[in-house]
């Protein structure tokens, strides 16, 4: 199992930027895809991001298309900058490991097998 831990969430303003990361730590002899999710109050998890294993491929949810961008480094460490944030992107945010990604368009079963973090919160106020 791999133990994920997030870091950099907070509180930031409308139209601000945030920069979240991720530590993999524990099965990490296997990379994998990885990825952020995350919960808005009363709502259901929703997926955010998504990179593939060598980097090269990403995919990400219409609602943060062109505002946030995922990356990674040589070890299983993955980042997502967060820019032009809005109100409706306050939520707790969620690393994942073990997406069964590669290339192309994320589908919603491909998170089903995942390691997930505890979370960062991430709130934008208007």
């Known amino acids: 199992q791999v133990q994920l831990v997030e870091s950099g969430g907070g509180l930031v303003q409308a139209g601000g930027s945030l920069k979240l990361s991720c530590a993999a730590s524990g099965r990490t002899s296997s990379r994998s895809a990885m990825g952020w999710f995350r919960q808005a109050p009363g709502k259901e998890r929703e997926f955010v991001a998504v990179i593939s294993c060598n980097g090269r491929y990403n995919d990400y949810a219409e609602s943060v298309w062109c505002r946030f961008a995922i990356s990674r480094d040589n070890a299983q460490n993955i980042a997502l900058q967060m820019n032009s944030l809005k109100p409706e992107d306050t939520a707790v945010y969620y690393c994942?490991?073990?997406?069964?990604?590669?290339?192309?368009?994320?589908?919603?079963?491909?998170?089903?097998?995942?390691?997930w973090g505890q979370g960062t919160q991430v709130t934008v106020s208007s």
């Open positions: 994942l490991a073990g997406i069964a990604y590669v290339r192309g368009r994320y589908s919603s079963n491909m998170a089903k097998n995942a390691d």
